[in-house]
Each structure stands twice: as structure tokens, then as C-alpha cells.
């Protein structure tokens, strides 16, 4: 791309469509929602509103929806792309669909358990970043206890102090970060971390908290495959030559030469 992008925001006349990418007009309109509300001895009508899913707006009974106040703060609204005419769905300042590409992909070496709950919290951000990041506190603390038997009965905290030295400055601060914004956000602290996450743009925070965890993966679990298999090719005459040599010089004292 050869110029600055422009991020989808909430009634933006102009933006780079999260469809296709192009800097383009967006038209909008509030997703509506067929309701039928009483009146009286006339029995029900029914009109279109738009669609707001906040607490007591609507109540469903069967396939009726009937709408409870008079007039309701629609949440849904869809943007319209002139360039590629594809829908973009939001709710209130989120976007829901599509799929938020921000966030990046699991590693292809995560483990089960802690790629499950990885998809989650990717899967989850768009619609609620406070369980996002405590889902993807979650999945870093299954992604420890599997990369370090030791880890088994420790709390986060505790299993991060004692690999700070292993994992790397940078990488412990990140998530030292992510341990404590997942917890923060479901205590209802409003520290700068917290409001960074639920109000900044996803790049400054999720980002690089998302991809810690995919440093992590790569690090202790790709990497050490990938060195095994390529080690292993070697022949074994070899390879038993240089390991001997190896513990003969790791005992030695040091070398005249
Ligand atoms: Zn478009």
C-alpha cells in the first residue's frame, strides 16, 4: 500500500473498508428489527426499529418480538462500501463483521488446550475486549504450565518470576502486561493499562500481547523442533563425535592455547 491507511470508525464518511481494503465513500443505516407492540383492543402492529440488543428493550415471546420502551438507542448499524458495495456490521463503535483481522492467527505449534482458548479470545475481541484479554491471560497460563512441567501447580504470577530470565526481557514484559490487564479488567480497575485496552486502537495492545504469546510458542516449542530435526540429520557417527568432544571440553579446564 502506497498510502497511509485510515481505520473504520463509527460514522466515518471515508475510511479503508475492512472488506476490501480500498479508501472508500461509506453510506449508513441502523440494522433494523421487526416488532410487533400492543394496541390495545386493536390488537398488535407491527413496525420496523432499529435494533438495539441493550437490557430491556425487547422482550420475544414465540416468534413475536415486541419492543418494551417507545423509543430505543438503536446499538446495530451497518456501513456500506461504495467501492466494493459490501456491509460492514457494527455494534455500537465495534465492528462484528468481518472478522477482526487484527488480532493474529495462533501459531501453528500452539498446543490444544491453549490454542482453543487462544480462537476464543481472537473470536471474542471484536465484541468484548475485556473477555478477550481474559481469555488470552487464560491461554498463557495453560501455554506455561505445558512448556514447563515445573510450572504445573504454580499461579501465572508465580510461573512468570521464575521464567524471566528464560523468556527474555521484552517478551517477560509483555506478558507481565497481559497478566495483569486480563485480571485488572475483570476488577473493574480503570489503570491507564486498562483503559489503553478497552478504548485504544488494537495495534497499540492487542497486537503485541497477541503475538507474545505466539513468541512464546515459537521460542520454546517450534524452534527447538526445528533445530532437533535439522541436529538429527546429521549422521550419527558424527553426531556422538562432536556430543563427546563437546562434554571433554565442557569438563576441561580452560584451554592454554
Ligand atoms: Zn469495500
Redesign the pocket.
Known sequence: MNQMSISPSLYGDRFN?P??G?F?HQVWGDLQIDAKYSNGQRGFLSRSFGFSDVAGAFTVQGTAVHLDGDSVEPTWRYSI?S??S?STVWRGPVIVYPEDLTTPEAHPSMPLQARELYEEARATFPVSRRAAAALARACLESLLRDIEPANKSKRLDEMLASMKTRLGDDLWQLLTALRVVGNDVLHGDRDDLVLLLLDGEADVLIEPLFGAINTIVDKEIAQPARTQALYDLIPQAKRQAAEAKAIKADSAPLSEE
Do not use: L, P, Q, R
Request: proline share 0%.
Open positions: 473498508c472488506c476490501c480500498a472508500s462500501c467501492s466494493c459490501e
